[in-house]
């Protein structure tokens, strides 16, 4: 049971087999087995998850339940949600006990799916390792040494060590699909705009984007159908028809255009995962692909760019926390500027200042012209190459990560070197365009490695159905780590 | 390009994050880290380039000015750090 799809866990449900009680309890148990090795979660709250599991067990009684109805779903720390503690892996929000629910949130009760619980996650999403979470760092469950990456960590380890059948994260730089690499699942971030951010605590609000993370392309589709959808409370959610993303999964891929951008295999790219990905795109020649060598030129600004771009969106958004209103307020202080002062300077952790500190340069006078502007112009820059590469093919593929996941504790310690390891997912933010992760093979130490399709603008049926056929052939998304 | 501690101190000062002794030395030196990362921008020809804030072309929604949000001010109240008679409490900012 806990290795099955959305699909037969929702034809369980319906046909009487399997309550959701029943299924709930199966993932609270082994969280709380297991959890305590992972720190996956952040918050698990076995009573409100049972009281959601009898209603939808009504619901499908009355034969009203959807496909997610009943399906237990575990919920990044990101996302507001009514009567349970949100931190987004903050001490600044560890007595935040959210007062109402983020649009996502909203849809997946709409849909009668069960918050499994809370994951852990990088503070304020800023990192790609877990180890920035005020919460502790999170285990990858394939080896207890390894990072899961982040910052959607905890989303990440819950799945693949089968403590939830799926869960949702955000990626402003990477954040779903290079922990859907490092812990061997199928993540997808969604075009900009496709999904709420309403109540998803902001870090870089022209980048941040949720979407799903699940055991297959299927789940993800499934999933993505309740997530995406125009809300009016955000200002950036686009207005457009409703699609299901499950309608082309099963569609042949013989004349799909595959671009590989030559920047994605140049130097930096470990052997291991290069292998493995080669070997992914040799299988898709096989289903009758075709691949085109394309140029994504800027690429190695990238990195640069978003090192601006997000650290000054993210300096504005987190001047909200001021411990006027919610969240940590220091025990002392003198004048109103000192109660500021103190409480974010304790409420924060370390990259999340430096994050804060960045941006603040970066938009201060003097500063703005060279820095923001060009990062700016740059970005530009990259979103055209985009264009211009989409000429030629229908997607693009490359790897997610340039190793497989890294050792707790080896990065850590230098910026730098941390944010080089997005250096193939940043660019797909900045142009805001959708990006998936799915597992190909297996790397150093039996480490998952993670191939990603890049679609052009609204294209995730397209991207989807080219993860699912890709997993109609071949197991990686079936393996699991052993525990 | 190198970061003084008498810029770090004045950009913690405009983001009111209190720096606890030392921290400025460690801050100017992972900071001037990043920077040099950063500093890669520099050499790319943008000359006319139209700078990109977002992904998509949008335009700001209007709606109709009608109240939408119901008075929810005892649920927000009851995780403020400070209050009394339904005010939040903070400092006194004016003699």
């Given at each position: 049971m806990i290795n099955a799809s959305l699909k037969e866990l929702s034809?369980?449900?319906?046909?009487?087999?399997?309550?959701?009680?029943?299924?709930?309890?199966?993932?609270?148990?082994?969280?709380?087995k297991l959890n305590p090795?992972?720190?996956?979660?952040?918050?698990?709250?076995?009573?409100?998850?049972?009281?959601?599991?009898?209603?939808?067990?009504?619901?499908?009684?009355?034969?009203?339940?959807?496909?997610?109805?009943?399906?237990?779903?575990?919920?990044?720390?990101?996302?507001?949600?009514?009567?349970?503690?949100?931190?987004?892996?903050?001490?600044?929000?560890?007595?935040?006990?959210?007062?109402?629910?983020?649009?996502?949130?909203?849809?997946?009760?709409?849909?009668?799916?069960?918050?499994?619980?809370?994951?852990?996650?990088?503070?304020?999403?800023?990192?790609?390792?877990?180890?920035?979470?005020?919460?502790?760092?999170?285990?990858?469950?394939?080896?207890?040494?390894?990072v899961p990456g982040g910052s959607s960590g905890g989303s990440a380890a819950a799945v693949a060590a089968r403590l939830a059948p799926a869960a949702t994260g955000t990626d402003t730089g990477g954040s779903i699909r290079q922990p859907a690499a490092l812990c061997g699942l199928t993540g997808l971030?969604?075009?900009?705009?496709?999904?709420?951010?309403?109540?998803?605590?902001?870090?870089?609000?022209?980048?941040?984007?949720?979407?799903?993370?699940?055991?297959?392309?299927?789940?993800?589709?499934?999933?993505?159908?309740?997530?995406?959808?125009?809300?009016?409370?955000?200002?950036?959610?686009?207005?457009?028809?409703?699609?299901?993303?499950?309608?082309?999964?099963?569609?042949?891929?013989?004349?799909?255009?595959?671009?590989?951008?030559?920047?994605?295999?140049a130097e930096g790219l470990s052997s291991d995962v290069a292998r493995a990905v080669d070997a992914a795109i040799a299988e898709y020649r096989k289903l009758g692909a075709v691949t085109v060598d394309v140029s994504l030129p800027n690429m190695r600004l990238a990195v640069p760019a978003y090192y601006v771009i997000a650290p000054a969106e993210a300096s504005s958004n987190l001047s909200r926390f001021d411990g006027a209103r919610y969240g940590w307020r220091a025990p002392q202080y003198g004048d109103l500027a000192d109660m500021y002062c103190q409480s974010r300077a304790q409420g924060f952790g370390a990259e999340v200042k430096r994050r804060i500190l960045i941006?603040?340069?970066?938009?201060?006078?003097?500063?703005?012209?060279?820095?923001?502007?060009?990062?700016?112009?740059?970005r530009r820059l990259i979103a055209q190459d985009f264009v211009a590469a989409f000429r030629e093919c229908d997607l693009i593929m490359g790897p997610t990560t340039p190793t497989v996941a890294f050792d707790l504790g080896d990065k850590a310690g230098d910026p730098v070197q941390m944010y080089l390891s997005d250096i193939y997912t940043i660019a797909v933010n900045l142009a805001g365009l959708p990006g998936l992760s799915l597992p190909?093979?297996?790397?150093?130490?039996?480490?998952?490695?993670?191939?990603?399709?890049?679609?052009?603008?609204?294209?995730?049926?397209?991207?989807?159905n080219a993860a699912h056929r890709y997993q109609q052939t071949t197991d990686w998304h079936r393996r699991s780590p052993t525990l | 390009m190198s970061l003084s501690l008498d810029q770090i101190r004045r950009i913690a000062d405009l983001a009111r994050i209190a720096l606890a002794p030392g921290e400025a030395e460690q801050t100017r030196d992972q900071l001037n880290g990043i920077f040099g990362l950063i500093e890669a921008m520099q050499s790319a020809h943008t000359a006319g380039v139209e700078p990109m804030a977002h992904a998509q072309d949008l335009a700001q929604r209007l709606r109709e000015d009608a109240v939408t949000e119901t008075d929810r001010r005892a649920a927000f109240q009851r995780i403020a750090p400070q209050i009394e008679a339904g005010l939040y409490l903070v400092p006194k900012v004016i003699e």
């Open positions: 034809a369980a449900l319906t046909g009487g087999q399997l309550s959701s009680v029943e299924l709930t309890r199966l993932f609270l148990e082994r969280i709380g090795a992972l720190n996956a979660f952040i918050t698990v709250d076995a009573e409100q998850s049972l009281a959601m599991a009898r209603v939808a067990d009504a619901r499908i009684a009355k034969g009203e339940g959807g496909p997610l109805t009943g399906i237990p779903v575990a919920h990044k720390d990101i996302f507001c949600t009514e009567g349970w503690l949100t931190t987004c892996g903050s001490k600044m929000l560890s007595n935040f006990v959210s007062p109402y629910d983020a649009t996502v949130i909203e849809h997946f009760k709409t849909a009668g799916a069960v918050t499994l619980g809370k994951t852990n996650m990088d503070e304020f999403a800023m990192g790609s390792s877990n180890e920035t979470s005020f919460y502790g760092p999170v285990k990858n469950p394939w080896h207890p040494a390894a971030k969604p075009t900009y705009g496709l999904v709420s951010r309403y109540g998803m605590i902001a870090f870089a609000s022209s980048l941040d984007q949720a979407g799903p993370m699940a055991k297959s392309a299927e789940d993800c589709a499934l999933l993505l159908n309740v997530m995406a959808g125009f809300d009016a409370r955000d200002s950036t959610s686009l207005a457009r028809p409703a699609e299901d993303y499950a309608r082309d999964l099963a569609q042949p891929l013989a004349g799909l255009r595959i671009g590989l951008p030559k920047e994605f295999f941006g603040t340069y970066v938009l201060s006078h003097g500063y703005y012209d060279a820095y923001y502007l060009q990062a700016q112009r740059i190909c093979g297996a790397g150093a130490k039996g480490l998952p490695v993670g191939l990603q399709i890049i679609g052009n603008y609204f294209s995730e049926a397209r991207m989807l | -």
